[in-house]
């Protein structure tokens, strides 16, 4: 009885905590703690992974796979009826064994040719799936296929989610994926084992790859050609299709994605390739823009030292101010602390008496600002990476990118921030939160490359004052949260893409200056806001992992799906 009463509001704070698990209070860091003494108290073990992925196959799968469903560029998944006939495939493999399982539907064609392009020239089907040899389709593969040529008529490459064949034949290590993410593929080869490409778009595409069948990354190179700069031409079917049965190519060499930059006209300085596989992908940044740091706080000078401090003497950009906005502070170390603070002529100290409106604070505060770019910061933050305001602006200043982020830590090391997921804990949350960047999960690593999002945290996001404007700033019905990942959606809606940058680092002690309260408007708000990517789907996230938890794993089958 002691243990129930302990339990049962520890459970109505947990429900609650789900709905407000978006940015500004330390709801997400109290919700995994809640989850964990929960679990504790209930007797229960988090599932070790192969179980889990057990659980999921029998209790998960069935459902994720028993509707066509299409990811595309920032787009609410498309979803399709069962019976929509799917267009007939051919089948393509470099040495011609392909069994395709018995439960499927029949390929219209198996094509032998060992070189894809030859083989490509004597089909007449107009879709053709590419499977490596050893690899081995799943029954729904060619039926869930040419149902998504249906449901993305302009795409010209498919792809799907895989695992692994284990020797006994079970299967393991699930790898699910994101929707079209065109920086991400700049950055790693996740275009997965197989392939599903429109014939004619592969044959255009051959006249680049000429005698490149076979090398490092060819296939992931293909890929990225057929998918176009901006990802427009790619689809995803968020679905265990593929079950490998080798392991994965060996990456794309960093001098062939320059090329190809090149041929699109988006000027690099550099490529760079990691030990790990993973690319970083070098722009110069135009001229010497200003960028102006807007910091709101209330009190917490130890925390407000700490976060000027570290921008001021660890960031290397030059032509660099910090703004910082005082809430109703009332401390005397904070009077002391600003006066020290403003004899920096980069220093601008403002107060603001307005009842705390995160949104409004931080519009009028880029509103007396004249930078070029404004960089939103949270008090509780600490740089890590000297030049993490060059990095930011190489991808800020691009066109088609809106709102970048860095990669913020816990004080411990673990992951606070990598880009959000719309949909997670009712609402929005951090995909590896809690996680080591390292640690791989079934949707990659925290620290695997730049990922596009639909929304990244506004605890530290840079944006082009330009873009800013032309979309309104921040929208004031959002008191506390959900108004970063609001204007995110406006920027994307713009045109602008978002980003999370993994090798840029900020310390970040989550909304240690905040309560944990969040005004009942703002989950109205993020309703209307978020629509279909928080109820249908984010197209950056994947329906296979779990949305009750931030460490990536699989769904279980207490999970519904929708």
Sequence with gaps: ???????????????????????????????????????????????????????????????????????????????????????????????????????????????????????????????????????????????????????????????????????????????????????????????????????????????????????????????????????????????????????????????????????????????????????????????????????????????????????????????LTLQLVDNGSQETATAELLRELARDPRVTVVRDEQPFNYAAINNAAVARSDADFIVLLNNDTAVMTPDWVEQLLEEASRPQVGAVAPLLLYPDGSVQHAGAALGMHGYAGHPFAGLKPEQPTPFGRADGGTRNWLAVTAACMMVERAKWDAVGGFQEQFVVAGNDVDLCLRLTAAGHRSLCLPHVRLLHDESRSRGAYVDPGDFAASERSYGEFRTVGDPFYNPNLTLSRSDCGMRTPEEAIS
């Design 1 to 319: 009885m002691d243990r129930w009463i302990v339990v049962a509001p520890a459970a109505l704070l947990l429900a609650a905590l789900s709905l407000t698990a978006i940015r500004w209070p330390p709801a997400r860091r109290r919700l995994g703690r809640l989850r964990h003494r929960l679990t504790a108290a209930r007797g229960q073990r988090p599932l070790p992974p192969a179980a889990r992925f057990a659980s999921f196959q029998a209790g998960v799968e069935p459902a994720v796979a028993a509707v066509p469903r299409v990811h595309r560029w920032a787009r609410p998944p498309v979803l399709g009826e069962p019976d929509l006939p799917p267009v007939p495939l051919a089948l393509w493999s470099a040495t011609g064994d392909v069994a395709p399982p018995a439960t499927t539907v029949r390929p219209a064609q198996v094509l032998t040719d060992a070189d894809p392009f030859a083989a490509a020239r004597t089909s007449d089907a107009e879709w053709i799936v590419l499977l490596r040899p050893g690899d081995e389709l799943a029954p729904l593969a060619l039926e869930r296929l040419g149902q998504a040529v249906k449901l993305a008529p302009d795409a010209d490459v498919v792809t799907c989610d895989e695992d692994e064949l284990a020797a006994d034949g079970g299967r393991r290590a699930p790898h699910v994926r994101p929707g079209p993410s065109p920086d991400r593929w700049l950055a790693c080869d996740d275009s997965g084992a197989l392939l599903c490409v429109r014939r004619d778009a592969l044959l255009d595409a051959g006249r680049a790859l000429a005698g490149r069948v076979g090398a490092p990354g060819w296939r992931h190179e293909l890929a990225l050609r057929l998918a176009g700069p901006r990802g427009e031409r790619h689809a995803h079917v968020p679905v265990l299709l593929c079950h490998r049965g080798t392991p994965p190519d060996p990456p794309l060499p960093a001098a062939r994605v320059a090329e190809l930059l090149a041929e699109w006209g988006d000027a690099v300085d550099a490529v760079e390739q990691r030990s790990d596989g993973v690319r970083l992908v070098r722009r110069a940044v135009a001229g010497q823009p200003s960028v102006e740091l807007v910091v709101p706080f209330r009190d917490r000078p130890e925390l407000l030292r700490r976060c000027a401090t570290t921008v001021l003497e660890r960031s290397t950009w030059k032509r």
